[in-house]
Every structure is written in structure tokens, then in C-alpha cells.
Nanobody
Framework: QVQLVESGGGLVQPGGSLRLSCAAS????????MAWYRQTPGKQRDLVAS???????NYADSVKGRFTISRDNAKNTVYLQMNSLKPEDTAVYYC?????????????WGQGTQVTVSS
């Protein structure tokens, strides 16, 4: 069984920075794809940034130039560095991973971490 554990959310002033972390725990798996999504009340969960195992990154237009996704494959951890935060970045942020275990592929979500940008 694989678990995704997130950390790093909190309250920050506009223009500030936060770094989210998401660690995948378990044994006998490899990660094909990791990403960050965010969701506000009453709205759908939207992709913020993604990073496939083969490299490359993708970002939502609203965060390009401000957010950076990175991975530490040795630690099975993905990070989201968020700079120049805006009030509209306020949301619950979720880590997502597509994982290969045995002959199957599985999708996992983290528990979510609240990010609040406010003065």
C-alpha cells in the first residue's frame, strides 16, 4: 500500500513564499507521474504543475514563472516551490501520483494541505 503524505501549507502574506512537500511511502513501487492540484470550495480540482518520471514540467498559466515543481527520486518526494504568492492562490493543495506496482498502475492522492494567502 502506498501513501502520499503532504506538508508545508500555511498562512502567508501576499508576495511571500511557501514550499510544499509530498512523500510517497511504501515498498515495491515506482512512480511514473507526480503532480500538484488545488481546489477551492465549490470548484473543481485543477492541475497546478506536473512532472512525469521521464522529465519535463508543465504548469498552469496562472502560476507560470512563480511556482516550480521538482522531484527527488531517491526520496520518492515531489516539491512545489511557490513564490510571489497571490490571494487567488488560496486553496487546498493536493499531491497526485500515478504509480506502478506489480503488473498494475494505480492513482493516489495526498490528504491535502491548506494554503492561505492573506494580509
Amino acid at each position: 500500500q502506498v501513501q502520499l503524505v503532504e506538508s508545508g501549507g500555511g498562512l502567508v502574506q501576499p508576495g511571500g513564499s511557501l514550499r510544499l512537500s509530498c512523500a510517497a511511502s511504501g515498498t515495491g513501487f515506482s512512480i511514473n507521474f507526480m503532480a500538484w492540484y488545488r481546489q477551492t470550495p465549490g470548484k473543481q480540482r485543477d492541475l497546478v504543475a506536473s512532472m512525469p518520471s521521464g522529465g519535463g514540467t508543465n504548469y498552469a498559466d496562472s502560476v507560470k514563472g512563480r511556482f516550480t515543481i521538482s522531484r527527488d527520486n531517491a526520496k520518492n518526494t515531489v516539491y512545489l516551490q511557490m513564490n510571489s504568492l497571490k490571494p487567488e492562490d488560496t486553496a487546498v493543495y493536493y499531491c497526485y501520483a500515478r504509480i506502478k506496482a506489480g503488473l498494475g498502475q494505480y492513482q493516489y492522492w495526498g490528504q491535502g494541505t491548506q494554503v492561505t494567502v492573506s494580509s
